[in-house]
């Protein structure tokens, strides 16, 4: 079975910085499991993540997307490539309009009918518990509803892979034990999930794998009963 | 003439709103290529940087030679219309409007640009979040363009000429005004300049408060 | 959005604007003149044209106010049709390389020499102005005195030039001796401060005196043929067309029709003429221009 989302010998640097962000990285994402990323601040997560989202090209390497050289494609064919994974950005960015607009923009995006995105997006808010902020604006949002729009967001547009960026920053008890099961149920879709975390209770609560990145590198790989020693 | 002054009035933002048009049109395309090309970016931002501070009379004697009859392009006869003025200041204050162009769409970008992408959004719809999102910045942008268009001097006067009812602008008949000993109307154009840049300015804003709403 | 389609859109807008704008205003006759800021500060340049346009309304006059070398550098380069000039000797090599010609003397008045009432160089009432830069000379190699000059090439500063080269003396570079580099008003304004001698027009001096600018400069030396300030109009060679022809009108005008209204022109306001017209007296100032344009 080939992998959803191949990373082969991936190195990057950001221009001007000098500096390695990820040294040497491989890594396969599958569908229908849980992969969490841990590590500390600024070891590489969200590089690695972006990554394996097509927002950076790799300096070095290869990004594999259902076995097609993401980067060597063009066109629809790399547009629909894309489609098929989302990145979520630790802090929340929405656009200009309603929570609803929001969690419909997704679809919007992929010329989805107006009428049916947003009702689809209403049916995701209210799954969530999160119906009654649909008419805000964004400016009316606390940071942890804000953070949990733009999750929703994501899995609204219903990519096979989700890719989430310190999902539980903001996020308040109740909120994360809601997220928490929202991406149990999404692995029972079968949609692929990577969390990076620096949150080791989370990472341990819902991960079918862990992997550890330190200084670029991944340092660890396995269940996390194994990786993630109390 | 009070009649004169309107006129004078008048003939500065015609004049001046073209040349910030006009240098918007590319300084904004500019600033959304460099923005997207880091390696471009590093090269030429700091150079575009520098230039926003170029004098205004040195950009006039530029194009003067330029425009001159014995000039290369003498014969498109430009000099001393109001055109020349439009073209000069246009290219008077691209460095100002692309290079804060520049980090409004770079910020924009790496928000929306990334999120537009992230979401499954292919460059043309990324490319229309970034700029819906960066309106308000970019009007600053056009809005300091401008001003820095209709309070220039060097350029309307060397190829402008400060000809009467035809290319005076405000700035030129201060400076004649000045020359004349006649301070007081000199101030009195003055202020009627510090207006209406005040006046085009909180116009702009409201614009965009009604665009937030 | 793709870039390149961005860029061409760009340059579409950049190109539709440019068109409309080349086509606006091309049904006047537009006749570009260069001349000394001194000139067409007094307004009798603008009052000219106004009279000539109720017998030629399709013409503009376009005067572009430098000074007098930048005038005659810019009509050599072929930026003007036209030029008011009040400077002979820098005339006399234009016409020379054939720049302008057909000059015509339009009007003249006299500069003067104005100075703080204190008067530290003793020069007030000296009837000769050359006699009276030399005192100011000596007063400022004594620290008693200072100088304001122009010094911008104009009609007035190559006249307060030719009159320390009469003198025998360089006062350039000399601690006493200022240079402005500036207009004749800001000039006299930095004189009144300084409390310092300055050469002036009697156009700008009078203006600036009425309004209280200056009180701290009095006339101190005037009249005499050696402060004479001829003005005189020429034509570019270079210029053709229909332009050309409205030039060699509006100059016929200026030294034929206009002259009486240059007598009087602000009579009313300062009580004593601005400038003289030419009529009648060209022989004399012909003689005079040959004098100043240094033989």
């Not at chain 1, 950001?14 to 969490?36: C, H, K, Q």
């Not at chain 2, 109001?82 to 770079?106: D, E, F, K, M, N």
């Not at chain 3, 100088?147 to 006249?159: I, L, P």
């Not at chain 3, 400069?217 to 001829?230: A, K, P």
């Amino acid at each position: 079975m080939s992998a959803a989302i191949e990373l082969r010998g991936v190195w990057h640097m950001y221009p001007g910085s000098g500096r390695w962000a990820l040294r040497d990285v491989s890594l396969e994402v599958a569908e229908g499991r849980i992969l969490a990323v841990v590590g500390p601040n600024g070891s590489g997560k969200t590089t690695l993540l972006k990554i394996a989202g097509t927002l950076y090209r790799p300096t070095r390497g290869t990004l594999r997307l259902w076995g097609s050289d993401f980067w060597a494609v063009d066109g629809d064919e790399r547009l629909r490539l894309r489609r098929l994974v989302v990145y979520v950005h630790e802090k929340p960015v929405l656009v200009r309009g309603t929570a609803l607009h929001n969690v419909a923009y997704g679809l919007l995006l992929r010329g989805a009918p107006p009428e049916e995105a947003l009702s689809r997006a209403r049916r995701v808010l209210e799954r969530m518990g999160a119906g009654e902020l649909a008419g805000r604006e964004r400016g009316q949002l606390s940071a942890g509803e804000a953070q949990l729009i733009s999750i929703l967001r994501a899995v609204a547009a219903e990519p096979r892979v989700l890719l989430l960026d310190e999902p539980t920053a903001h996020l308040d008890l109740e909120k994360r034990r809601r997220l928490a099961s929202l991406i149990r149920e999404l692995r029972g879709r079968g949609m692929g999930v990577v969390v990076a975390t620096h949150d080791y209770l989370l990472a341990r609560s819902i991960a079918d794998e862990v992997v550890v990145v330190e200084e670029g590198r991944l340092k660890a790989r396995g269940p996390p009963g194994e990786v993630l020693e109390v | 003439m009070a009649g004169e002054a309107l006129e004078i009035a008048a003939r500065s933002l015609a004049i001046s709103g073209t040349a910030t048009l006009l240098s918007s049109a590319w300084s904004v395309v500019l600033a959304y290529l460099l923005a997207r090309s880091p390696r471009a970016s590093r090269l030429l931002v700091p150079f575009l940087e520098a230039l926003v501070g170029i004098p205004t009379v040195l950009v006039g004697l530029l194009l003067y030679l330029l425009l001159s009859s014995q000039g290369p392009l003498g014969m498109l006869r430009l000099l001393y219309t109001p055109r020349a003025i439009v073209v000069g200041q246009a290219i008077l204050i691209t460095p100002l409007i692309t290079s804060v162009a520049y980090r409004v769409l770079t910020h924009s970008w790496s928000m929306y640009g990334e999120l537009a992408l992230a979401l499954g959004a292919a460059e043309r719809q990324a490319a229309r979040l970034v700029f819906s999102e960066s309106l308000p910045g970019l009007a600053a942008a056009v809005v300091m363009g401008f001003s820095r268009a209709f309070g220039e001097l060097g350029v309307a006067l060397m190829v402008g000429g400060n000809i009467r009812g035809y290319t005076r602008v405000i700035t030129t008949a201060i400076a004649l005004e000045v020359s004349r000993g006649e301070f007081g109307l000199a101030l009195s154009l003055g202020a009627m300049l510090v207006a209406i840049l005040v006046l085009v300015s909180l116009t702009l804003r409201f614009l965009g408060r009604l665009r937030e709403q | 959005m793709k870039p390149r389609l961005l860029v061409v859109l760009a340059v579409i807008v950049a190109a539709a604007v440019l068109v409309s704008l080349t086509q606006l205003g091309a049904q006047t006759v537009r006749v570009r003149v260069t001349t000394t800021t001194s000139l067409y500060a007094t307004g009798l340049l603008d009052y000219l044209e106004d009279q000539f346009r109720k017998q030629h309304p399709n013409v503009e006059i376009d005067f572009i106010a430098v000074g007098s070398g930048e005038a005659l550098r810019r009509a050599e380069m072929g930026d003007a049709c036209m030029v008011f000039v009040h400077a002979p000797s820098l005339e006399k090599q234009y016409m020379a390389r054939g720049a302008i010609a057909e000059g015509r003397i339009f009007a003249y008045n006299y500069f003067i020499i104005a100075g703080p009432p204190s008067d530290p160089a003793r020069i007030k009432g000296e009837d000769d102005p050359v006699d009276a830069f030399e005192k100011i000379y000596e007063a400022g190699e004594e620290g008693r005195a200072l100088f304001v000059s122009r010094g911008d090439n104009s009609g007035t500063h190559v006249k307060e030039l030719s009159l320390w080269e009469a003198a025998g003396l360089d006062p350039r570079g000399r601690p006493w001796y200022l240079e402005t580099g500036s207009g004749m008003g800001n000039t006299l304004l930095v004189a009144n401060e300084r409390g310092a001698y300055v050469l002036t027009d009697i156009g700008t001096y009078l203006k600036f005196r009425k309004d209280g600018k200056i009180p701290n400069l009095d006339v101190m030396v005037q009249g005499g043929d050696e402060l004479l300030n001829i003005y005189s109009v020429y034509l570019v060679p270079t210029c053709s067309g229909e332009e050309a022809k409205y030039a060699r009108m509006f100059a016929d005008f200026v030294a034929g029709e206009a002259q009486s209204l240059i007598g009087s022109y602000k009579v009313d306001v300062y009580g004593q003429p601005l400038f003289y017209p030419a009529q009648g007296k060209l022989d004399w100032l012909a003689e005079k221009w040959q004098e100043l344009a240094g033989g």
